[in-house]
């Protein structure tokens, strides 16, 4: 058994990178007019870097953290001479880095891998102690509209010339997601998330000293929606707002 992106860290900017390109849209169309060569940003689960390396080259200076080593060496390779960017093996629950930073970005579904409200809580408290007051905290969830509509599906990938199965189960008992990547040469990778809305997230967040400034259901702003499947929280540490 392998462990989460051991081996789909090799394939995953192909299939997956999209996602990062949309953020980094986010970030410059919400944050449009400020200069951020002096600004610190954290890109937590930062996956292989894409992200992080789309916001270094806005000017901000980048640190990103993911508990996979796999990842990390993908992320490292992009790392440019001319950019201030940096990358360290770090569990998000577990996070240890020194602050403060102007923004902390958490994205694609990353918060969902925390399996309790408890390790949400200690989460956002280590995401706080290291944000500058009225800092803004950037973030996505899945909701359980999410996995009860479409996390039962099955689906052959091909990607950099490696063919896998990915399978989708969703225990609505335990409110758990499961994600199977089965490879042709008999390896496995699962994935465990688990769902997030607004009645889980605001009491924590609002413990944490966050308030929300804004939220949407998508990656091209869309307005938020009971129900909705994905939702992106825009948020800032409580100070002088």
Known sequence: MLNPYQKLSQIYDEGWSFFADSYSGLVRELFSGGCFHHCRALDIACGTGTLALKLARQGFSVVGVDSSPEMIAVAQAKVK??????????NMEELDVKGPFDLILCTFDSLNYLLSEKDVAQFLDRVSSVLKLSGFFMFDSVTEAMYRNKHYKERSWELGGTRFLQKLSYNS?????????????GEEEIHLQKPYGLRELIPLLHNAGFVICDKFSGLKGEAYQPGSERLIYITRKKGNL
């Open 81 to 90: 001479p001319e950019l201030s960017l940096c990358f360290e093996v770090q």
């Open 173 to 185: 008992r335990r409110k758990i997601a499961i994600t199977r990547f089965q490879f042709e040469d």
